[in-house]
């Protein structure tokens, strides 16, 4: 259990650091903006258009007597709207990251090098376009599998009282995974470490995962949350994977942007 708390300290100590940063917390804030009104746009859409989608796609209701079609198109309509909320909160720091790629990376370089005890930072090699390609593979098959546990838990959501107690809170240490997942392969595709030996790293500490992603999760819930978390969001999920690697942590205080201050 005692993961469950660094993991939650991790995340902290990623805002802190964004805090400490005012330029790069500042641009960190543009990727997620673009991709808030993307999102945005699309739940409007859904929302204006959901229940039309409802009545087309079951035609077999229209005869239904009075409540029960209207308690039932509403109950989809619902149902429709909740399971794309829970898509766009998984599928959020996926597309936030693709677009802001090339400053997650710069960030990340430097919350390594603050914390590496010789000021280095661990780098890819590889061209922007070959990195921006194994982002988006990664990120489509870590969406697949996401979407599977969507599938399922919408499936379980019609059980009588488990549907609506356990099932909730289930999918919330189930997007908090995949959340993870997502920042951290900022840190781990700059190590070379491919999406199958991420997952099991990530598996063998479940309770440390959980701990990060979870709050993360439940906090991305909450309306326009998740871009001023972004940055930090990166900048903990480095520290995270240092952690993950067995790599040292320097423990660090940095006043303002280039200067670094070491502690032991």
Do not use: N
């Not at 997620?32 to 077999?60: H, K």
């Not at 909320?85 to 960030?107: N, R, S």
């Not at 990530?202 to 001023?228: D, E, H, N, Y």
């Amino acid at each position: 259990m005692r993961d469950l708390g660094v993991g939650f300290g991790y995340l902290l100590k990623g805002q802190r650091w964004v805090a400490r940063h005012g330029k790069k917390y500042g641009f960190g804030l543009l990727p997620g903006l673009i991709t808030l009104v993307l999102y945005a746009a699309a739940l409007v859409a859904l929302a204006w258009w959901g229940e039309d989608f409802v009545d087309w796609s079951t035609p077999f209701a229209d005869d239904w007597s009075s409540p029960w079609l209207g308690l039932f198109r509403g109950f989809l309509t619902a149902v429709l709207f909740a399971l794309a909320l829970l898509l766009a909160v998984i599928t959020f720091t996926a597309v936030t990251l693709l677009v802001g790629q090339p400053f997650y990376e710069a960030l990340s370089e430097s919350v390594d090098r603050d914390v590496s005890p010789d000021g280095t930072a661990p780098v890819s090699g590889l061209p922007l376009y070959r990195e921006l390609w194994i982002s988006a593979r990664d990120s489509l098959r870590v969406l697949a599998r996401a979407a599977m546990w969507g599938v399922l838990l919408f499936a379980l959501g019609f059980v009588p009282v488990a549907g609506q107690t356990a099932v909730p809170v289930i999918g919330l240490f189930v997007t908090g995974f995949f959340l993870t997942e997502e920042l951290t392969s900022v840190a781990l595709q700059r190590r070379g470490v491919e999406l199958r030996d991420r997952l099991a790293l990530l598996r063998s500490r479940k309770t440390l995962i959980w701990g990060f992603g979870t709050p993360l999760a439940l906090a991305f819930l909450v309306p326009f949350v998740a871009v001023f978390l972004m940055p930090g969001a990166v900048a903990g999920a480095t520290l995270l994977a240092r952690d993950l690697r067995g790599e040292e942590i320097a423990e660090v205080a940095l006043k303002k942007d280039g200067d670094r201050e070491v502690t032991r």
